[in-house]
């Protein structure tokens, strides 16, 4: 089955400054990829997404990118923020028997924007 | 619309107890979702509904778990009965398609002591 790893657990970073969380996925069938991004006490909100038919997307400070190929994509975010601190999440979608389809989440990294 | 609705958002008691969480998805979302959370095994998915039918119910960890959705606005996630290892933050999450946004709820904290 499918299987995503998250790196790093934890990333500290200056207002102002950018900060890049990575993940790899496993399963080749794999072709959904969302980024949720999760407050204390709070669910998981989806802050962007991309297909597999896509190689880049991108969203004002926020932006993805996918590499097939190498079964990986990532999160940038510029210009960071305070209000940018939460654990974020990365997930692969990964098929199964009987056209079944569930999201596989990464461990999550918690991002701290120091002020 | 309101969002996902989980309730109750924190339950405490006692092993051996039944538990019951319930979640009404955002209306129009065919499909549903529960998951568990903990620190020691992330975010975890236990099983998943389209037309509230059971899909995918691999999962769930045992036979003490039992989810129901009886009609499209209404889902239950039980417990019965529970264990201390059964204490993480449970999450209710619609979508409209299978390969879609997932609308997570905020959550219910349950401590089995």
């Known amino acids: 089955g499918e299987n995503v790893e998250q790196h790093p657990s934890t990333l500290s970073v200056q207002e102002g400054d950018s900060a890049v969380i990575k993940c790899t996925y496993s399963?080749?069938?794999?072709?959904?990829f969302p980024w949720y991004k999760q407050e204390l006490g709070k669910g998981p909100q989806l802050i962007i997404d991309?297909?597999?038919n896509v190689g880049e997307k991108k969203d004002q400070r926020i932006a993805v990118t996918l590499n097939k190929t190498a079964k990986h994509f990532s999160l940038h975010i510029t210009e960071t923020q305070p209000e940018d601190s939460a654990v974020y999440f990365c997930?692969?979608?990964?098929w199964g028997g009987g056209a079944t389809n569930k999201l596989i989440f990464g461990t999550g990294t918690l991002l701290a924007v120091q002020p | 619309d309101a969002g996902v609705i989980q309730s109750p958002r924190h339950e405490v008691t006692e092993m051996g107890q039944e538990v019951t969480l319930r979640c009404k998805p955002i209306?129009?979302?065919?499909?549903l979702f529960w998951y568990r959370q903990t620190m020691m095994r992330g975010l975890e998915l236990l099983i998943y509904?389209?037309?509230?039918?059971?899909?995918?119910d691999s999962g769930m960890p045992e036979d003490r778990f039992s989810a129901k959705m009886p009609n499209a606005s209404f889902s239950t996630l039980k417990i019965q009965p529970s264990e201390p290892r059964d204490s993480a933050v449970y999450f209710c999450?619609?979508?409209?398609?299978?390969?879609?946004?997932?609308?997570f709820g905020p959550g219910t904290r349950l401590t089995v002591l």
């Open positions: 209306s129009g979302h065919d499909y």
């Open positions: 999450a619609s979508s409209l398609s299978i390969v879609d946004t997932q609308y």
């Open positions: 997930a692969a979608n990964s």
């Open positions: 509904f389209n037309n509230n039918v059971p899909i995918d």
């Open positions: 399963d080749s069938a794999s072709n959904y």
């Open positions: 991309i297909r597999s």
